[in-house]
């Protein structure tokens, strides 16, 4: 069964530093998508990056960047010039297809809490 | 923003009551979904929905029931409501390999 981990519950960061959130996941799927979602105090659910496995490039988005490691199943977040704005949750998602219905199966990590300091 | 709507945004009811939350999308996307949110836990998928009358079950479905009539709308059933189902419910969609989108979720207390 394919699982989530994000190691750090909680984690700071001075403004305009750049911090680093971990996520490490486990499958024998070669074909999956990752993504990285920010849940602000107002409880949104936003998609901040999508990285596909067969991909080698990393994925980036403006302040945002990962560092995706296939072989070691390893899928980091890289916030640079950290912003108030950027304190929120942050989940680590995997998904891959289901062959059989069609769909496709979401697995979240338990989530970072990352606070950004004036 | 994607188009998704859920209600109530808020309920608080009593154990045994039934409750239904609604999805409603815009999207017309094939695939939908419920989640619940719990401190220490992430997100965890109850139901999903492939199509119309088309629903499966996800990790933690006990004590939880779903329709989809029509592709926009996804109800969420608690047929008796126990106190361990307080939570945050998302609803998400998504179409195809996209990412899902999400709604603003509903904070259900049950007391």
């Known amino acids: 069964a394919q699982t989530v981990t994000q190691s750090q519950p909680e984690m700071s960061v001075q403004e305009a530093e750049t911090v680093t959130l971990s996520c490490t996941y486990d499958t024998s799927e070669n074909n999956y998508y990752l993504f990285w979602y920010k849940q602000p105090p107002s409880r949104q659910m936003i998609l901040v990056i999508r990285?596909?496995?067969?991909?080698?490039q990393n994925a980036t988005e403006n302040r945002f960047s990962v560092n995706f490691q296939k072989a070691a199943k390893s899928f980091s977040l890289k916030i640079s010039d950290s912003q108030l704005g950027d304190t929120a949750m942050y989940f680590c998602?995997?998904?891959?297809?289901?062959?059989?219905?069609?769909?496709?199966?979401?697995?979240f990590g338990t989530g970072t809490r990352l606070k950004v300091l004036a | 923003d994607a188009g998704i709507t859920q209600s109530p945004r808020h309920k608080v009811t009593e154990t045994g009551t039934p409750v239904t939350l609604r999805c409603h999308q815009t999207?017309?996307?094939?695939?939908m979904y419920w989640y619940r949110q719990d401190p220490g836990h992430g997100l965890r998928l109850i139901h999903y929905s492939y199509g119309v009358k088309d629903t499966d079950k996800g990790e933690v479905s006990d004590g939880y029931s779903v329709s989809r009539s029509k592709t926009e709308d996804f109800l969420l059933t608690l047929e008796s409501a126990t106190s361990s189902q307080t939570s945050v419910y998302f609803c998400?969609?998504?179409?195809?390999?996209?990412?899902?989108?999400f709604g603003d979720g509903t904070r259900l207390s049950i007391l």
């Open positions: 998400a969609i998504s179409h195809s390999n996209q990412p899902q989108h």
């Open positions: 998602a995997f998904m891959k297809p289901l062959r059989l219905s069609g769909t496709y199966k979401y697995i």
């Open positions: 990285q596909e496995a067969y991909k080698q």
């Open positions: 999207e017309n996307h094939r695939y």
